[in-house]
């Protein structure tokens, strides 16, 4: 059957400026030829990187793909994100160079109002102080 995450790419160039990656652009169009190459399997003709935010895919190889399309455009940092079908499942990876990051959200906790409520700091490391 398979898990579906929606995912959205995003390109920034080296002064962290986004770019404007539709396909009515230069880059957009070098990019998603470039994805038809890397992956000419997946990526279809009907393909372009527009129709990729918040779409549901099983796109399971996706970090094989930016990787190698970070490693043809050296010059830009792609930040692709993605929110599974599990709650919590959501995660940003940052693809600069041939070289990758995952990030992970970290869910933190409101500070207690109450003095009675000092012991959260205690027992858990998710609240806010």
């Not at 539709?22 to 279809?44: C, M, Q, V, W």
């Not at 372009?48 to 190889?61: G, I, S, V």
């Not at 010059?75 to 990030?103: N, P, V």
Request: glycine content about 4%; hydrophobic content about 35%; proline content about 4%.
């Amino acid at each position: 059957m398979g898990y579906y995450t929606s995912y959205t790419l995003d390109c920034y160039d080296k002064y962290g400026t986004a770019q404007d990656i539709s396909l009515s652009t230069e880059l957009g169009a070098k990019l998603t030829a470039a994805l038809h190459r890397i992956n000419p399997d997946y990526f279809d003709d009907d393909f372009n990187l527009m129709n990729l935010p918040y779409q549901e895919w099983k796109w399971y190889e996706h970090e094989e793909d930016v990787l190698a399309l970070s490693n043809e455009f050296p010059e830009y940092t792609f930040i692709l994100e993605g929110e599974g079908e599990d709650h919590y499942d959501t995660w940003r990876m940052i693809y600069h160079a041939g070289d990758y990051e995952l990030i992970t959200p970290r869910l933190v906790y409101s500070a207690p109002l109450k003095d009675f409520s000092q012991i959260v700091y205690d027992i858990y490391d998710d609240v806010e102080e």
